[in-house]
């Protein structure tokens, strides 16, 4: 069984600061992670995914993701936020070589301050 | 860019009644899913769909839905009597199969309302 949890339901940082969204899963097997953002009135778009291969993931927007399996974490960061990443993010996981289903987690919404 | 394509955008159903979501997958690929978001809350796995049959499904898909993939190109989700906690945004997505194509890719959604 997987599971994703994210910490913070809402997070606000200042425009030019450091953006740090929290993930941590649960998998019996090797997992796949995700992360995905969600603009208002918008579907998903994948921002990053590990699969397998350099633990240190980027993504599109400036965001990256750090996979850690000691502490079964995939944190998403962004040096320096915009205006433009308020938006909903999500964490996900998938057992590695399937890809029957996806679990999500509850979702952070990110919020800038300006 | 293949994108998913997923019609309408938004529907409004009264109670009881049948509704069904139509999605459009990426062409080459395999693996086909449903998501729903009801509003506020999280993305909620429903149904992964692969080879022409449901390969795995939450408690959510109970008796009232159903998918199907009736020409190859089309990926539907049939909700038969709807009730108004169905009330959500459904999330349609598509993948290729292999470990170095893992993505899910995400339509733009079809917000349901029942009323």
């Known amino acids: 069984a997987q599971s994703v949890t994210q910490l913070g339901s809402h997070v606000s940082v200042s425009e030019g600061a450091l953006v740090l969204l929290r993930c941590n899963y649960s998998?019996?097997?090797?997992?796949?992670l995700f992360w995905y953002v969600q603009y208002p009135n918008q579907g998903l778009q994948l921002l990053l995914k590990?699969?397998?291969?350099?633990?240190l993931v980027k993504g599109i927007n400036g965001f990256e993701a750090e996979f850690k399996k000691s502490e079964t974490s995939f944190h998403l960061t962004k040096p320096s936020a915009h205006m433009s990443d308020a938006a909903e993010y999500f964490c996900a996981v998938s057992p590695m070589n399937r890809d029957d289903k996806i679990i999500f987690g509850k979702g952070t919404r990110l919020h800038i301050l300006p | 860019e293949p994108e998913v394509t997923q019609t309408p955008s938004h529907q409004v159903t009264q109670m009881g009644q049948e509704v069904i979501l139509r999605c459009v997958p990426i062409?080459?690929?395999?693996?086909f899913y449903w998501y729903r978001q009801i509003l506020g809350q999280k993305v909620e796995f429903l149904v992964s769909?692969?080879?022409?049959?449901?390969?795995?499904k939450s408690e959510i898909f109970d008796d009232q839905f159903s998918v199907e993939r009736p020409d190859g190109s089309n990926f539907t989700l049939k909700i038969r009597s709807t009730k108004l906690e169905d009330s959500a945004m459904y999330f349609c997505?598509?993948?290729?199969?292999?470990?170095?194509?893992?993505?899910?890719?995400f339509g733009q959604g079809t917000r349901l309302t029942v009323v």
């Open positions: 998998s019996s097997v090797p997992p796949y």
């Open positions: 062409s080459n690929h395999l693996y």
């Open positions: 769909f692969y080879n022409n049959e449901i390969s795995e």
């Open positions: 997505a598509s993948s290729s199969p292999g470990p170095l194509n893992t993505e899910a890719f």
């Open positions: 590990y699969t397998t291969g350099a633990t």
